[in-house]
């Protein structure tokens, strides 16, 4: 079983990854303890909203951004079993990359980029905080190619046998990114960068906001889909099983490439330049999201209970306790769906209209996206690492015990944070704010919550610390790593031995997701062009008087 | 099974059909029915009510739209475009041959001959400038010596001498002729203070622009002309401040940080 440039290229990309992570949970605390009652130091508005700039770049674009891509070259090396092509043009990504989150961290730390990760115009930041971006996604756009090459030239050498799961839902991930990358690059490019540059006084921001929602809910199923792999084609050979079902696999990435792109109007619910019907449209494509979450849920607790009963379970929940929960992939396996099902319960209000009229501008919101994100999401990141570092490093994993602690950590860590933060959205606590008055009646009762978010935000912290220290311990480790990587993956009890090509291809699916993006996003966008709208001065954050 | 077309077709069809039937479901329900059922609700008739729901003509097909017989009442006149702010950047001719009928009380170079009495407009935001003239101009601020020095300018001469004196540079600070203004001041500066509900001043008139187009530069006014206008504005004498932003920050400070605060913006340099 072969890793041959994916070892050193996975290497760099995953500390990058977990480098910007690092450095944006600390900035994570520090906003908590500045929002909360008890006296933190360095808190100025502009200090505070360069921090939540730099944290949520970090966390949004540069630590997912790596971390799938690192993940991408691993899979399409161990899963299809050949060499990376163009190892080179993956390592021209990796500096486009670096350089790019270089050059928007500067910028950032420099004062001159508060505007949030989500950019908010009019407010205009300085040119190079979106150059920087821009250079991470354009990084992106070359390992999308790759992988895209990778599966081509496999699916040439072996014709007729069907795509291993783990690279058709990578290039499912990529093929998707492709398309998310649209609004907000064109919001950027025609937009944006030219008010940063001065060739524009005013921009229109209804259509600014219009093309982020584009991006913003499928770049959430981009950050989750390699938690998706993991639970696939992972996890039921960790627990000892075998998935339960390749094709419902297929079908979860194929469902997730359509439904997360016509969707992203539920973002702007109480935003006026859209209008009720399209904004029901896109509302109930989002319901349909459900399915392959529901599917996944099903598939994955079926892997799961073949796996316990095999390992000797008995009766109708025998096979959970029979589950090998010191494994941590198992147990990152079982704590993300706890989380799963707390953030997707908030979810739901979210994309209520009338519930989400109520908590769209406060806190909930803010605490929905930690939970599902950094809670299900990045403890299924951990988990990936620890599972492949082995054969990154050829280092046996020193203590499974420390790993246990870690995803323990930030289970407890994250559910202490989060859970009351959305009490506190549900009090009226608004988000976007860098402090509060304690001395308000009504505020100070939001004050012991606060702090009980942010001890969680520190146990968060302390976690992230252990993570790091886990991978270090690989480089001291003494012990080889023996097993081939290609055991990572599981086979399904029944493996395809052909599927049709609209289960081991896009074509279709991408034809039916160009027809969705017209009718969902044509008028919307549109409507912008053909008729007088609005425009708005610029707001520049970072000239100096 | 052998055949390809046999295998793929019922894919092609079913799926395509699947996700056609979710989308129609979803216009359907959203672009006729629930405007339909909405507008009869309000009393509003189905086409016009469909027509709002797709966002062609304006308001909810839930609602009558609410009409007011209400006159604004803004606290200013002034609105922002970019050719006004363009048109600010550019020194004229013009405002040089106007800034003659100033230069009595402001300079000639835009340092004020009695700092006490008249702000310096030497190195000012052009933006800044122009809001005052056009407040005294309207009656947004009105003053018994300014409102009629400007009742002959036309919109291009306010933007014409706006533009002149900022131009110039801003007065050299004394050096080291006022005390320091002290640990809380800066602290109101830096931070404002949650318990009264006040922002930072930073938060407008910062090293860095933010604020709001018209805040102006406060380093090197004298201390009487700041503490005087933080004064008028905590009475509510002066009161051409959009959204009542410089009333509600004024009138929670006391004297004493009033006159700390012209101390320290007085002394300073890049505010």
Redesign the interface.
Same mark, same amino acid.
């Given at each position: 079983m072969l890793v041959t440039h994916a070892r050193q290229l996975t290497f760099a990309h995953l500390w990058l990854a977990f480098l910007a992570f690092a450095v944006a949970l600390v900035l994570g605390v520090w906003q908590m303890w500045a929002r909360s009652p008890l006296p933190a130091p360095f808190v100025t508005a502009s200090t505070y909203f360069s921090a939540v700039t730099a944290h949520g770049t970090a966390m949004a674009y540069v630590m997912p951004v790596f971390m799938i891509m690192g993940f991408g070259y691993y899979v399409a090396e161990t899963a299809l079993d050949r060499p990376l092509p163009a190892p080179r043009w993956a390592w021209s990504a990796f500096a486009l990359g670096l350089a790019g989150a270089l050059m928007a961290t500067v910028t950032i730390f420099s004062g001159r980029a508060a505007v949030l990760f989500t950019f908010y115009p009019p407010l205009t930041a300085s040119v190079f905080f979106y150059l920087g971006l821009v250079m991470v996604v354009a990084a992106s756009w070359i390992w999308c190619v790759l992988m895209m090459v990778a599966m081509a030239q496999w699916k040439r050498a072996n014709p007729g046998r069907p795509v291993p799961l783990a690279m058709f839902a990578t290039v499912a991930n990529a093929v998707m990114w492709l398309w998310t990358t649209i609004g907000v690059a064109a919001e950027l490019l025609f937009q944006v960068i030219p008010a940063a540059l001065g060739l524009k006084a005013q921009l229109d921001v209804g259509l600014s906001r219009t093309l982020f929602s584009w991006t913003l809910h499928a770049i959430v199923y981009f950050w989750l889909i390699p938690s998706y792999i993991a639970f696939y084609t992972m996890v039921p050979q960790a627990a000892g099983g075998r998935l339960y079902s390749d094709t419902m696999g297929r079908l979860t990435f194929i469902l997730f490439l359509i439904y997360s792109l016509p969707v992203g109007l539920h973002h702007l619910l109480m935003d006026p330049q859209q209008s009720n019907a399209f904004k029901f449209l896109q509302v109930a494509l989002t319901a349909l999201v459900s399915v392959p979450t529901l599917l996944t849920v099903f598939t994955i607790g079926a892997s799961l209970e073949i796996a316990g009963r095999l390992r000797g379970g008995r009766g109708l929940l025998g096979w959970i306790g029979a589950l090998p929960w010191d494994r941590p992939l198992v147990l990152a396996t079982g704590l993300a769906f706890l989380m799963l099902g707390f953030g997707g319960f908030g979810g739901l209000v979210n994309m209520s209209y009338g519930m989400n009229a109520m908590v769209h501008n406060t806190s909930w919101v803010t605490a929905h996206f930690h939970l599902i994100f950094g809670g299900t999401v990045v403890i299924m990141y951990f988990a990936i690492a620890y599972a492949i570092w082995p054969a990154v490093t050829g280092r046996a994993a020193p203590s499974l015990a420390a790993q246990r602690l870690q995803l323990w950590l930030w289970f407890a860590g994250m559910l202490v944070m989060t859970l009351p933060w959305h009490y506190l959205g549900l009090l009226g606590q608004w988000r976007r704010v860098a402090t509060f008055n304690y001395a308000d009646p009504i505020i100070a009762g939001w004050g012991p919550w606060v702090v009980v978010s942010l001890i969680g935000g520190v146990i968060l912290l302390g976690s992230g610390l252990l993570f790091v220290l886990n991978l270090l311990q690989f480089n001291v480790s003494r012990e080889p790593h023996a097993a081939a990587p290609g055991e990572l993956y599981a086979s399904a009890v029944h493996p395809p031995a052909r599927v049709p090509a609209a289960l081991n291809g896009f074509r279709l699916w991408n034809a039916l997701v160009l027809v969705l993006m017209i009718l969902a996003y044509g008028y919307p966008i549109a409507q912008f062009f053909v008729g007088d709208s609005p425009q708005a001065l610029v707001h520049r954050v970072d000239e100096r008087r | 099974m052998n055949d &390809?077309d046999r295998?793929?077709q019922p894919?092609?069809l079913w799926? $395509?059909v699947a996700? *056609?039937s979710?989308?129609a479901? #979803?216009?359907l329900? /959203?672009?006729v029915l629930? &405007?339909v059922m909405q507008g009869r609700a309000a009393g509003i008739d189905a086409f016009e009510a469909?027509c709002? =729901? *797709? @966002?062609?003509t304006p308001g909810?097909? =839930?609602a009558r739209q609410p009409t007011t017989n209400a006159k604004a009442q803004p606290a200013t006149r002034v609105a922002? #475009?970019?050719d006004l702010?363009?048109s600010l950047t550019k020194a004229t001719a013009a405002g040089e041959s106007l800034a003659g009928s100033c230069a009595g009380c402001h300079g000639r170079d835009g340092r004020a001959v009695e700092v006490k009495l008249y702000p310096d407009l030497a190195g000012q #935001?052009a933006a800044a400038i122009y809001k005052q003239l056009h407040d005294f101009k309207t009656g947004s601020r009105p003053s018994a010596l300014m409102t009629p020095m400007v009742q002959a300018l036309t919109e291009e001469q306010m933007v014409a001498v706006s533009a002149h004196f900022a131009a110039f540079p801003v007065r050299p600070i004394p050096a080291a002729q006022l005390p320091a203004a002290g640990a809380a001041i800066e602290g109101l500066v830096?931070?404002g203070d $949650? @318990?009264? @509900?006040m922002? =930072?001043c930073? =938060?407008c008139h /910062?090293?860095? #622009? @933010?604020g709001p !187009?018209e805040a102006p530069?406060l380093s090197r006014q004298s201390r009487e002309y700041l503490a005087a206008q933080l004064r008028a504005f905590k009475t509510g004498e002066r009161r051409n401040d959009i959204y009542s932003r410089m009333r509600s920050v004024a009138a929670p400070l006391t004297e004493s940080e009033i006159d700390g605060l012209a101390l320290f913006y007085a002394s300073t340099r !890049?505010?």
């Open positions: - | &390809p295998l793929e894919w092609r799926a $395509s996700i *056609l979710v989308f479901f #979803s216009v329900f /959203g672009f629930m &405007p469909i709002r =729901a *797709l @966002g062609i909810s097909p =839930a922002w #475009s970019a702010l363009n #935001s830096a931070r $949650s @318990g009264r @509900g922002p =930072a930073n =938060a /910062g090293d860095q #622009s @933010g !187009t530069r !890049t505010y």
